[in-house]
């Protein structure tokens, strides 16, 4: 017996809505196996406000886990590489977090590319704002800017592959 108009319409209307929340859902940038990306390659940084903390997550392909080490910078300077000059976040925060990770690239091309902006201000309660400070010898350099709180922890996690930074308010 063919279905009424409506309720094939309806169906249809389910299905539709129901594909679209999957996709919603999904993660924003799902762990890659890329052979060109020798080290891990860091795919994306994106962010997020809770009630309690504001996190920072960096996609990665899904190479073994890097090292994360993570400093704070009373005000914000940092040294590029092997460069040897002295400089300072481009965001002023009132406080600042670095983090290296390492074995890591950022590429800039390929399907392995680092996508988000190098400086990229954030308008959260406890980040500020996020920005790549160096990709050299293996080692990624990003420099947090933070506002009044500056408590933090950093994990990495799998399924798929990422780094977490939790600024807490």
Known sequence: MPFPRTVRSL?????AVTGALTAAIAPAQAATTDTSCKRVCI???????????????FDLTDHA????????????????GASGEM???????????????????????GPDAYTTPAVQPVSLPSLKGVQMTGDYEGHIGFGLSLGDYTRYQVSTLTAPNRIVVDVYH
């Open 65 to 80: 886990l890097p090292t994360v080490q993570a400093q704070l910078s009373a005000d914000g300077s940092y040294t590029p």
């Open 87 to 109: 400089r300072h976040l481009a965001i002023t925060g009132k406080s600042y977090l670095l983090l290296d990770v390492y074995p890591a690239q950022a590429r800039s091309s």
């Open 11 to 15: 169906a249809v209307s389910a299905l």
């Open 43 to 57: 795919l994306d940084a994106r962010t997020g406000s809770h009630p309690d903390y504001d996190r920072l997550v």
